[in-house]
Antibody
């Protein structure tokens, strides 16, 4: 059973950088899966942030692309999110998740999710 | 278009059938996946692919698709099905972006 666990500071100052890590257990980050970050502002819907493959290839949400960096550490079986120049609008619960769906198919979904971590942007 | 549209709220009487819909151009290229989210909890996958349920998801949940519209049907809704439901697919415009619908709040009366 794959498990994902987010970790990182719960409070970030405006204009600072949000940094989170997702530790993967029960499976290898080098499997044939992409790994994603998704966020949810309080009382609002889900927003896909971006994804990474174990090779280091990434895809980002165009609306966040200029501020987002997702990286992978295969030796620690984890991947990370950095979001720069944060504002109050970046306050949200941040989830990491495992993607499923081979390229060229119509299938795409997230089968495993972390429990989420609330990050508040405030001075 | 890269957006997915859902009705904000739907209600159903206990034991009755309810359909939650999701519309978007990307659904012509990708199957929608559906997630149930209860307050304070992470989303849970309930339907993926053409009409597949992960292990542990009751068979009262089913999915279908036609053109640019995907549907999640709950046949015989239970009180524990009251939750927010989100659809998801990939943007079909080529930028590989994941896309979520705005969510549907399901109330079981």
């Amino acid at each position: 059973q794959v498990q994902l666990q987010e970790s990182g500071p719960g409070l970030v100052k405006p204009s600072g950088t949000l940094s989170l890590t997702c530790a993967v257990s029960g499976g290898s980050i080098s499997s044939s899966n992409w790994w994603s970050w998704v966020r949810q502002p309080p009382g609002k819907g889900l927003e896909w942030i971006g994804e990474i493959y174990h090779s280091g290839s990434t895809n980002y949400n165009p609306s966040l692309k200029s501020r987002v960096t997702i990286s992978v550490d295969k030796s620690k079986n984890q991947f990370s999110l950095k979001l720069s120049s944060v504002t109050a609008a970046d306050t949200a619960v941040y989830y990491c998740a495992r993607d499923q769906g081979a390229a060229g198919t119509r299938v795409y979904y997230f089968d495993y999710w972390g429990q989420g971590t609330l990050v508040t942007v405030s001075s | 278009s890269s957006e997915l549209t859902q009705d904000p709220a739907v209600s159903v009487a206990l034991g009755q059938t309810v359909r939650i819909t999701c519309q978007g151009d990307s659904l012509r290229s990708y199957y929608a996946s559906w997630y149930q989210q209860k307050p304070g909890q992470a989303p849970v996958l309930v339907i993926y692919g053409k009409n597949n349920r992960p292990s542990g998801i009751p068979d009262r949940f089913s999915g279908s698709s036609s053109g640019n519209t995907a549907s999640l049907t709950i046949t015989g809704a239970q009180a524990e099905d009251e939750a927010d439901y989100y659809c998801n697919s990939r943007d079909s415009s080529g930028n590989h972006r994941g896309v979520f619908g705005g969510g549907t709040k399901l109330t079981v009366l």
